[in-house]
């Protein structure tokens, strides 16, 4: 059965382009699951329908998030759905349940002028400032994920139009504006990378660290956010998912079309996008308020 994991896991990869940090999730969800069921005197390949519901219980009862319950919901699903295709289960013991629906939580997000504010801190007479101010920039201009921004490359970047090559969930590439000012930040922070910087161990990264000169992790950013927050002010809870919420609750508010958000946000779906409309609800009551004759 681990090799039948294993191999679940692999397809994750090259069919769906799950990424690692999908990947160490899905194999924690079986590998409880595996548990359980040992426990029941069950093997994966044995599991029934009510094995299901009482692992499902026992988890509710433990008051995990509904994000938590649907994601190891889905990786149980998706595993016998693989155990049907090889023909080592002919039932699916998920068939008949529903998946947890997901917590509509409206994203943090900063103002314009918050935004101004952090992208003022940091210090650019340093090469680390320099690096800062652009991967600040870049996360706001192009309103990219963590892990797209880590993963650029030189060669993705075009300062010429402010155009970024981004690679996506799935490895889905994009094309996406990155904007003037995110443009200028990247190639100061590029033009004089030598002035303090370390030396460059990875020749493709875009964003090395100090130390080493190595491409710079998800977790790194993290901590840069979290210092630039606290120098301008704002809460240190605030991740760089937030200046991504930010950039598109910024484009709605000034007008831009759904679709074309959803585009550059590099949506699959428009209902992950519409939960960005309702940030602007303040403001449209302000429109309606200044339009409407019987507002």
């Known amino acids: ?63 995990l998030a509904r994000s938590t319950l649907a994601r190891r919901t889905a990786a149980v699903r998706s595993f016998y759905k693989f155990l049907l295709q090889q023909g080592v289960k002919n039932a699916n013991p998920m068939a008949a349940l529903r998946s947890p629906r997901r917590e509509q939580k409206l994203p943090t997000f900063l103002t314009v002028k918050e935004v101004e504010r952090l992208l003022a801190a940091p210090n650019v007479s340093t090469w680390a400032g320099r690096r800062d101010l652009a991967i600040l920039e870049t996360l706001y201009g192009a309103g990219l994920r963590v892990g797209e921004l880590v993963g650029l490359d030189h060669d993705d970047v075009d300062l010429s139009s402010g155009m970024l090559r981004v690679r996506g969930k799935g490895k889905k590439e994009r094309i996406a504006p990155a904007g003037r000012c995110a443009a200028a930040a990247i190639k100061d922070y590029l033009a004089r990378a030598g002035g303090g910087g370390p030396p460059r161990l990875d020749p493709h990264a875009l964003f090395v660290n100090v130390r080493a000169g190595r491409r710079l992790t998800a977790r790194s950013v993290r901590r840069i956010m979290r210092k630039y927050a606290l120098m301008a002010g704002l809460n240190p809870a605030l991740s760089p998912h937030s200046l991504r919420h930010s950039f598109a609750t910024h484009m709605l508010s000034s007008g831009a079309d759904l679709r074309a958000v959803q585009e550059l946000l590099g949506h699959e779906n428009l209902s992950t996008t519409q939960i960005y409309t309702h940030l602007s609800h303040d403001q449209l009551r302000a429109t309606y308020a200044k339009a409407h004759p019987r507002a």
Do not use: C, W
Request: hydrophobic residues 45%; proline residues 2%; aromatic residues 10%.
């Open 1 to 63: 059965m681990a090799e039948l994991i294993d191999e679940f896991l692999h397809r994750l990869v090259v069919e769906k382009g799950y990424s690692p940090n999908t990947l160490r999730a899905y194999a924690t969800d079986l590998g409880m699951f595996a548990e359980f069921l040992g426990r029941r005197g069950r093997k994966l390949a044995e599991a029934t329908v009510q094995d299901v519901r009482a692992f499902m219980a026992t988890l509710q009862a433990k008051g």
